[in-house]
């Protein structure tokens, strides 16, 4: 049976939500003008003002704010409420440069909640649940977000936070937890350790994986689902749009439906800026329609991804988007061949790997090389020197095939490369250019 969270919304015809989303944009571009003057600079500059955006269909008129508005914005220059009305704030986790920091009224915070809330029912989730959250909390959106939904859901929840593998399988397997959240990566760090600890899918409690944060493919659901005996379901956000919950998967489990009574989504080609027609594959730009302290108008995610309208038969309304492909910042240049990392990872999980790898470009002699360190699977172990061989060969050829260009695939001992408690860190880019 399909639950839902706030059915009247979730499931509300498309012209209501349409007409939601005209009146919200209206009231939100005035608020934006009204109290961001970063952000009405960049109106005036276009020639565009609060009276020219009547309904989503004026959007395009409105110019985009990109991670390099935030950071020339940094920390207060697109905060639009006084700073008492706001009561938390949250912060991406980029190793270089400054942080995007994102502030929350508590209006905000219920929002926010509502969401991760909606995509807990949507999974199955009720209050009948024990909901164990492995997403690191503190600056990061993931533990306080999803910490968040589970509390309106009302799942008995643990806060357990990232890292200390033991202690979290101590007490998913003492509490009888039913519901894991955590990024995909740590969750098959876990089904392997839980795996080795001589606990079988028929002995672990969970049912329900909530899982994103990061890029995940189909293969790697399966291998998650199968080690931890769970359906696993995919959840995607961002700090500046909120965290997660921004999109959710449903029983049907094709695409993530977005959370459109809150946020407008559009698909733009990167490299133009020019909104491409429904069903194109492109970069998402999410509008917030609700946000009062951190309001971002046609943010530039860098995920590339496509969105369906085809009707979902859980009877939701709002748009799905696909898996995204990836980031277009995250995309590799090698050889002059663009790479997304999810293209070699699909070919590893293909031939029977699981999602540890790394993937390592340098340049020699002014050309780039290509390294991927493969671990190879417990039940692969060999001292067999052909037998390695022959696996390594396989792997070269299905890049090539996929990529056009050859890596140098090498095999390493099981658990040999260091595993991450949040996002995997899969590319060492060593070029200096
Ligand atoms: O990762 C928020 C989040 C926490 C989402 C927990 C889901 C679960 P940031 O750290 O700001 O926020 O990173 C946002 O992560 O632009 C995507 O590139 C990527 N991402 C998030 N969810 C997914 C997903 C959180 N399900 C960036 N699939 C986004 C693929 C995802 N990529």
Redesign the pocket.
């Known amino acids: 049976m399909e639950r839902y969270f706030q059915e009247e919304i979730e499931c509300a015809p498309l012209e209501k939500i349409k007409a939601m989303q005209d009146e919200k944009l209206a009231k939100q571009v005035r608020h934006v003008w009204d109290n961001v003057p970063y952000y009405r600079a960049k109106m005036e500059e276009k020639g565009v003002r609060p009276e020219d955006i009547r309904s989503a269909a004026d959007l395009s008129k409105l110019p985009f704010l990109s991670k390099a508005d935030l950071k020339a914005a940094y920390p207060y220059g697109l905060l639009a409420v006084p700073l008492r009305d706001c009561v938390r704030i949250h912060s991406?986790?980029g190793t270089t440069g400054k942080r995007v920091i994102a502030f929350y009224t508590q209006e905000d915070i219920d929002m926010w909640n509502d969401c991760c809330a909606r995509a807990i029912m949507a999974a199955g989730g009720t209050n009948e649940d024990v909901c164990h959250i492995a997403?690191g909390y503190g600056l990061?959106?993931?533990g306080a977000?999803?910490d968040g939904g589970s509390h309106r859901v009302g799942c008995l929840t643990v806060p357990a936070s990232s890292g200390n593998t033991e202690r979290q399988v101590m007490f998913i397997m003492d509490l009888k937890a039913t519901i894991l959240c955590c990024t995909p990566s740590y969750a098959a760090y876990l089904g392997e350790s839980m795996k080795e600890m001589g606990y079988g899918p028929d002995d672990i409690p969970l049912k329900i994986g909530i899982f994103?944060?990061?890029?995940?493919s189909e293969e790697m659901r399966r291998d998650i689902e199968k080690t931890l005996g769970i359906k696993a379901y995919?959840?995607?956000?961002?700090?500046?749009i909120s965290?997660?919950g921004v999109a959710f998967e449903c029983s049907e489990q094709h695409g993530m439906h977005i959370n459109e009574d809150h946020f407008i989504v559009e698909v733009i080609d990167p490299d133009t800026g020019e909104v491409l027609p429904e069903g194109s594959q492109g970069e998402l730009v999410f509008t917030s329609l609700d946000k009062k302290a951190f309001p971002l108008l046609r943010y530039r995610?860098?995920?590339i991804c496509t969105l369906s309208r085809e009707k979902c038969s859980c009877g939701r309304t709002f748009v799905r988007m696909m898996?995204?492909k990836g980031?277009s910042d995250d995309m590799l240049i090698i050889r002059g061949v663009n790479v997304f990392p999810s293209q070699i990872e699909t070919v590893l999980l293909n031939h029977g790997y699981a999602a540890n790898y790394q993937i390592i470009i340098d340049r020699v002699n002014n050309t780039d090389t290509l390294d991927v360190k493969v671990e190879l699977m417990p039940q692969m172990f060999t001292d067999s020197v052909s037998e390695i061989d022959e696996r390594r060969r396989e792997l070269a050829e299905g890049i090539k095939n996929i990529l056009g260009i050859r890596a140098k695939v090498s095999l390493v001992a099981p658990k040999s490369i260091e595993r991450s408690e949040g996002k995997a860190v899969r590319v060492i880019d060593k070029r200096k250019i």
């Open positions: 991406t986790s997403y990061f959106t993931g977000g999803v994103g944060a990061e890029a995940w995919d959840i995607y956000g961002l700090t500046e965290g997660p995610t860098r995920d898996k995204p980031r």
